[in-house]
């Protein structure tokens, strides 16, 4: 998504605040939230010094994330994250994003050491795409979820945080759609 150079500015005026001065996105839109009391010239100044702040934070976010998606990035990450966890006895020969890859989150072929990586986890925190490279990467060397797979896995140290996270995605996404009272379990009661 391009990022506008000049976006549209909305001032927000606060009895609340006194001092403080802050600019946020809303949508395609600067949000400068000001005090009541702010004069003209400092809304035109904290125009000036803020709006392009907060517009080169969105271009280089826009930039990392682009990044972040492509398979060349998942490769480098997964050759990282073998180093840091697995002393580097994990190699993948290739690491890529697979939209096709819906019923799990990620997959590993041992015997040509590809990893593929549900498009789904694009989004997802960092620490969550790289417990699942990990445990791809694990595959590599130890195939099924032997006590000893399970070792190497458990090297990831947010680990067991990462696979709570992907439970609870995986719980939401076979319940989108279902009233509350459909779910079993939904209430404490």
Known sequence: ???PSQPEVVVRRSARRRRTVSAHWSEDTVVLSV??????????????????????RRRR????????RSDDS????????SRRHLDG??????VRWSARQTARWGS?????GVVRISAQLQEAPEWVLDFVLVHELAHLLEADHSPRFRELEARYPLAGKAQAFLDGAAWAHRNAGRAPEDQRGASPS
């Open 1 to 3: 998504m391009p990022v």
């Open 35 to 56: 005090p009541q009391s702010a004069t003209r010239r400092e809304i035109e100044h904290w125009t000036r010094e803020l709006v392009p702040r907060v517009v080169e």
């Open 61 to 68: 976010e826009a930039a990392r994330g682009a990044d972040r």
């Open 74 to 81: 998942l490769l480098r990450r997964a050759q990282e994250l």
């Open 89 to 94: 006895r994990a190699r993948p020969s290739d």
């Open 108 to 112: 590993a072929t041992p015997a040509t």
